[in-house]
């Protein structure tokens, strides 16, 4: 479907690929922009996939990717309850900046935002994940060398 529309809008600059987010079936250094939403949080070796993907970006290239941050770490007995969300895979925005910093980046901010009460109640439990949790955008560009 995503070709189809490509060639439909005529989007000769862009490409699409399947492959595993910590396994991209790209060339280093050649993606100006990697986008993703809620998808890095239901990946458990998070250092793995941002390697990867900041070695398939171009030097000046940049992400935009929207995940779940934690600011207080979850309970321990609420992981389970959650263990194929994207609540339970989510880290502390200090954890990921320090990923970022780790894998090579030296531009990156994350920018945090309350959750919305309707887009909480969507998931009919009782923990105020607000305690816990926010819509974080991760912004970072990899540097020109």
Same mark, same amino acid.
């Given at each position: 479907? /995503? #070709? @189809?529309?490509?060639?439909? $809008?005529?989007?000769?600059? =862009? &490409?699409? +690929?399947?492959?595993?987010? &910590? #396994?991209?079936?790209?060339?280093?250094?050649?993606? &100006?922009?990697?986008?993703? *939403?809620?998808?890095?949080?239901?990946?458990?070796?998070?250092?793995?996939? @941002?390697? !990867?993907?900041?070695? %398939?970006?171009? /030097?000046?290239?940049?992400?935009?990717?929207?995940?779940?941050?934690?600011?207080?770490?979850?309970?321990?007995?609420?992981?389970?309850?959650? @263990? /194929?969300?994207?609540?339970?895979?989510?880290? =502390?925005?200090?954890?990921?900046?320090?990923?970022?910093?780790?894998?090579?980046?030296?531009? @990156? =901010?994350?920018?945090?935002?309350?959750?919305?009460? !309707?887009?909480?109640?969507?998931?009919?439990? $009782?923990?105020?994940?607000?305690?816990?949790? +926010? +819509?974080?955008?991760?912004? /970072? %560009?990899?540097?020109? *060398?």
């Amino acid at each position: 479907k /995503a #070709n @189809y529309i490509r060639e439909k $809008k005529g989007f000769l600059n =862009t &490409d699409f +690929r399947v492959s595993d987010i &910590d #396994n991209l079936k790209v060339e280093s250094d050649f993606v &100006d922009c990697v986008i993703s *939403n809620c998808v890095i949080n239901l990946c458990e070796d998070k250092e793995k996939v @941002y390697s !990867e993907i900041f070695r %398939v970006l171009k /030097a000046g290239g940049r992400i935009s990717i929207s995940d779940i941050v934690q600011f207080n770490e979850l309970p321990s007995w609420v992981k389970p309850i959650f @263990y /194929a969300t994207w609540v339970a895979g989510s880290i =502390t925005s200090e954890k990921l900046k320090s990923i970022l910093k780790n894998v090579g980046f030296e531009l @990156y =901010t994350i920018i945090e935002e309350e959750l919305t009460e !309707e887009y909480l109640a969507k998931w009919g439990h $009782k923990l105020d994940l607000k305690k816990y949790i +926010r +819509r974080g955008k991760i912004l /970072a %560009v990899k540097p020109k *060398n």
